[in-house]
């Protein structure tokens, strides 16, 4: 499993993401007006935006400020013009990263991005040095105590879909084509799975091992890039031992 997938997985069992509702309400809510504007207001012929709403439904958003955030990207209400703009960088020890953004102002998206570069550890890189690294993918996980069979377990995720399983850790973790990741997630719940963490995800086709000081300002970059508004994901291409992940997140 990458460093990126570890990072995520240990902070939704941390419970560390986004550590204000209303932040994380915020990402959501960029990301359903976003989504609904690129790709319709139907959840059921727009995958981004059902990603979305079973996000929102998660973090107990209420059903009327997820139809509010729907109209507003569909053009049904009026509301704030959000532009998507993917920055590049790199960390310590050159590890590669992907910053992700939904933004009402370019300008100021664009600066805070770079400030944050500056002031830990990292460098902004140019359009194309870093996104050739990263492969875009479908994400899920399943937590091992809903496993009693691995074999039909696995069967199920190949059978529909699944490129790669990595039992390794818990939860278990799946990853998928784009194209195929709401198959895959739909046939797992037949099967009496429940898959959470369904998210489009930026994997790195390489890694970088990292550990010690370098880790520790790696993660801490990742931290405060995430702890702003207008950044919905950092995806980056490092690699480090779990001990030490968790180690290093719990003075984050």
């Given at each position: ?31 359903l007006t976003v989504s609904a504007r690129e790709g319709g207001g139907d959840p059921d012929s727009n995958p981004r935006l059902r990603v979305a709403m079973d996000k929102a439904r998660d973090a107990n958003m209420p059903k009327d400020t997820i139809e509010k955030a729907v109209k507003r990207g569909t053009g049904e209400l009026e509301g704030v ?172």
């Open positions: 499993m990458s460093g990126h997938n570890k990072w995520a997985n240990i902070k939704h069992r941390k419970g560390a993401q986004d550590k204000k509702r209303s932040a994380l309400f915020n990402k959501i809510i960029r990301e013009e959000y532009v998507e703009i993917t920055y590049e960088g790199y960390g310590s020890a050159g590890v590669a990263m992907l910053v992700t953004t939904v933004s009402d102002n370019k300008n100021r998206t664009a600066q805070e991005i770079r400030h944050v570069f500056s002031k830990y550890n990292g460098n902004m890189a140019e359009s194309g040095s870093v996104a050739w690294i990263f492969e875009k993918k479908g994400s899920m996980t399943v937590s091992k105590e809903q496993i009693a069979d691995v074999d039909e377990f696995m069967m199920t995720a190949i059978d529909s879909g699944a490129e790669d399983i990595d039992d390794s850790g818990d939860p278990v973790s799946i990853i998928t084509a784009p194209e195929d990741m709401m198959q895959v997630a739909d046939a797992l719940k037949e099967a009496g799975y429940i898959p959470k963490d369904i998210e489009f995800s930026y994997l790195p086709k390489n890694t970088v091992a990292i550990e010690g000081r370098d880790a520790e300002k790696v993660l801490n970059l990742i931290s405060k890039l995430e702890d702003l508004d207008d950044v919905q994901n950092v995806y980056a291409n490092f690699d480090i031992d779990d001990a030490e992940m968790e180690r290093i997140m719990e003075t984050l």
